[in-house]
């Protein structure tokens, strides 16, 4: 089976966004990843971003991981905060549209893990369903007074030598967790996954079937 992404055009709050799309049969559910911060270069094409992607896909889940506005092929400028948020529930009003019975898992990297943490819930609060939320080194400072999903199961996967988002920050945010969840933290590991991208596939792989 090809295990290419297909380009397509997803028309977004502030013009068209810019994805990939992976489609399987028989897929077991419906995975969205969200991208780092746009301001200091983060794309759809991020290592960490694809690493994500290809482990979902390996697992059996239809893919779709797309550009903030004003990144690549996506129109508009950043917003830098709820903007994205509109553009991944945007992404994800297609991406539901194309299997409306599968389960939904949504990814996010840095501030991809803001707006899937922040878009996740959003999807609660319309009584959606989602099954599972992953922030990878997310950018938990920006969650402060936001409403976020309970009933999903978390995972947090956050690096122990992050120089971008301090660990400690991420630490904390767990420990003020009322629901049950996972921080797992990777020892000797950079906020970029450097040398430890496969480390990152064998941590989310086992936790998406």
């Not at 991809?112 to 990878?136: D, I, N, Q, T, Y």
Request: with cysteine.
């Amino acid at each position: 089976m090809l295990k290419r992404e297909n380009p397509i055009s997803i028309e977004g709050p502030a013009g068209v966004l810019e994805g990939l799309y992976f489609d399987q049969p028989d897929a077991r559910g419906l995975a969205l990843i969200c991208h780092p911060n746009p301001v200091k270069g983060g794309t759809m094409l991020n290592k960490v971003v694809s690493t994500l992607q290809r482990t979902a896909r390996d697992a059996g889940y239809v893919t779709l991981r797309f550009n903030f506005r004003g990144v690549g092929g996506s129109a508009g400028s950043h917003d830098m905060n709820l903007g994205e948020v509109d553009d991944a529930d945007a992404a994800l009003t297609w991406l539901r549209a194309q299997y409306p019975r599968l389960p939904l898992t949504l990814l996010g990297f840095s501030f991809g893990g803001f707006v899937a943490a922040a878009l996740a819930g959003r999807v609660e609060s319309r009584g959606e369903s989602l099954e599972r939320l992953f922030m990878v080194a997310p950018a938990v400072s920006r969650l402060v007074d936001m409403p976020l999903a309970e009933d999903a199961a978390l995972t947090i996967i956050q690096p122990d030598d992050d120089e971008v988002i301090d660990p400690a920050s991420v630490h904390t945010f767990s420990a003020g967790l009322e629901h049950p969840h996972e921080l797992l933290k990777v020892a000797e590991c950079s906020h970029f996954f450097h040398g430890k991208l496969v480390e990152l596939k064998e941590l989310v792989a086992p936790r998406l079937v």
